[in-house]
């Protein structure tokens, strides 16, 4: 069976940015590229085509993307003659009639390369990474080519994290058109449903975890490799610096807990606009945390591992979170995680045994909460073990992998 992924990758196999969508491709990938009977090829939505982190070496076919820039970009020989010269003025004529909002020529870039890459990899199947824009362009493809390749999208977060519009108006439709919706959790599940996705095409499959790699690490040893202080308490945030992710109500209740250091890894960069890095850093001066507050950056994967390693525990203060892979990871790595009671985390974090969950924004009983676990280091064990234990037995790749072969098979057999 040929399988056509469509999604992005994180940084270190050469994406252009990090994010939980592109770590679950890269897992999901190359756990489908290790079944035998799988043919499995991958258009990396964020890797340039001709950039040389397109070419990684890689467990499976790999495509960047290559979108053409100027006129003679566009008539350079080997492109028109890989993307057809007839397609192009066919696939430039129906968007001209249809009048698509947004950058015509970025969209017929996007539909020719995607027109390609199935071309090259004639899949039984595709699979795309959330309802976005590249589910859009294999349906445009599937109309312009009168094609129907069975479509699978993998659906990682909606209300909370995107506006309604773009749910409703965008999102939507594309779910509603595909064979089968992957959710990454049932709160993810019932969303889909709402939006009138038929629950006999969703099925829930949770991202997993390499237990192997995130697991209990020498402590001592990470915060000397990091030159952190040995005996201060540490408390470790890893994500985007987005709205969403409430550092503020993190750093407001930091401020309420003496003496805690807090490391923030990640930056504000993929949120462009909404990047709060700037307004973050004021309000931790403001709240006069400067020496307890260190704001780390993005990081590589042995790094973050050290980071894991080094931490007393692990806050995620979202407002919403479809699954929360670093909650996941923070677990699995034996750290007792602090979060928000809020969307695939109610499903992964058992109140009070796996870890502990607060209402989303609110700062007294976040601090309370830490204070507490920070002054027992034997609760603290208890609970990271009994983390890293949940982890391990319900978030698997290889389970996860598994699920998503037999939805594959399902569709196969039955001709869609």
């Known amino acids: 069976m040929r399988v056509g992924l469509i999604g992005p990758l994180p940084p270190e196999l050469g994406g252009a940015t990090p994010g939980g969508v592109a770590t679950h491709q890269a897992h999901l990938a190359a756990g489908l590229a290790a079944c035998a009977d799988l043919e499995v090829a991958l258009l990396a939505t964020n890797v340039p085509a001709a950039s040389p982190a397109s070419r990684v070496d890689l467990p499976y076919a790999a495509m960047g993307m290559y979108a053409p820039i100027g006129l003679r970009d566009w008539l350079t020989p080997g492109y028109v003659q890989r993307i057809g010269a007839r397609r192009l003025v066919r696939y430039a004529a129906d968007l001209a009639a249809k009048g698509h909002t947004g950058s015509r020529r970025e ?25 976005l824009e590249r589910a859009f362009y294999v349906r445009e493809v599937q109309h312009l080519e009168r094609r129907k390749w069975p479509l699978v999208i993998t659906a990682h977060s909606f209300f909370g994290e995107h506006d309604d519009d773009t749910i409703h108006r965008f999102m939507a439709p594309n779910l509603r058109a595909a064979d089968r919706v992957v959710a990454v959790s049932p709160h993810i599940a019932d969303q889909a449903a709402s939006l009138g996705v038929n629950r006999d095409h969703i099925r829930v499959i949770r991202s997993g975890i390499d237990v192997e790699r995130f697991r209990p690490r020498d402590r001592a040893a990470a915060r000397s490799s990091l030159e952190l202080d040995s005996n201060r308490s540490l408390v470790l945030f890893v994500g985007n610096l987005e709205p969403r992710k409430q550092l503020d109500v993190l750093l407001r209740a930091l401020a309420r807990v003496p003496e805690v250091r807090l490391a923030i890894v990640g930056t504000g960069e993929s949120a462009g606009a909404d990047d709060q890095t700037s307004m973050l850093q004021e309000l931790t001066q403001d709240l006069g945390l400067t020496q307890r507050v260190r704001f780390v950056g993005r990081v590589d994967g042995t790094t973050l591992l050290h980071w894991y390693a080094a931490a007393d525990a692990f806050v995620l203060p979202s407002s919403s979170e479809a699954q929360g892979i670093v909650a996941l990871e923070a677990m699995a790595s034996g ?48 609970i ?12 698997t790749w290889h389970a996860a992998v598994q699920a998503t072969v037999e939805v594959y098979r399902g569709l196969v057999a039955c001709g869609r």
């Open 107 to 131: 969209q017929l870039a996007h539909l020719l390369w995607y027109r390609h890459f199935l071309d090259a990899t004639r899949p039984h199947v595709v699979h795309v990474q959330h309802p």
């Open 335 to 382: 750290l007792p995680v602090v979060a928000s009671a809020v969307g695939g985390l109610l499903g992964s974090i058992e109140d009070g045994r796996t870890g502990y969950l607060v209402e989303p924004g609110a700062v007294e009983p976040l601090a309370q909460r830490l204070a507490a676990l920070l002054a027992d280091a034997q609760v603290r064990a208890a």
């Open 384 to 395: 990271g073990e009994a983390a890293r234990h949940k982890v391990a037995n319900d978030f």
